[in-house]
């Protein structure tokens, strides 16, 4: 159920089940399924579809005609772009093999799960099972077969990683042996592997 205060345009399609938080907004022709939870200050864009069960932090942007199927989880300030996919079959199928239709007993559904700050690309598909790691960013067009490390830049089909960003989501540049730097913030980050990423402490 929407809280008082929330916005939810008259073409959106809301599920009295869902719980929208006050300072949400739901756009034109919007679909909210049964049990989603839409967090503070979340814009769902339109034609977007957020799917039964979903959970959606607080301070996040779901773009136009998105698809987030369930069970994805997104934290706080993860922003979807226009059109992407997060798919929740791993082994996709109509039928079973002996023709009948497959029914929701049929097969299991498992999630996408986005991590704070995380942003997803323009028309990128994340292929479930799969984890976006912090303040990490998929190029648009990305296809994500595997789990991205926190603030991770990853492109491609399938993605795969070609550089660093930061919170303030540029990419950052190698200052020293090991030692990534914001142009934004000149906030500084430490490469512990080709894999993982952690935020300097500033002094």
Known sequence: ???PGAFIHETADVATSSQIASTAKIWHYAQVREGAKIGSNCIVGRGAYVGTGVEVGDNCKI???ALVYEPARLEDGVFIGPAVVLTNDHFPRAINPD??????????PVGVHIL???SIGASATCVAPVTIGKWALVGSGSVV????PDFAL???SPARRVGW?????EPLRKVGDGIWECPVSQARYFEE???KLVEMELK
């Not at 023709?99 to 299991?108: F, L």
């Not at 960003?165 to 989501?169: D, F, L, P, R, T």
Request: proline share 6%.
């Open 63 to 65: 773009q136009n005609y």
């Open 99 to 108: 023709g009948s239709p497959k029914s929701a007993h049929d097969w299991e």
């Open 193 to 195: 592997s080709p894999e």
């Open 1 to 3: 159920m929407a809280s």
């Open 145 to 148: 077969v595997k789990d991205v």
């Open 154 to 156: 990853v492109v491609g």
């Open 116 to 118: 704070e700050g995380a």
């Open 165 to 169: 960003v930061g919170k303030a989501g």
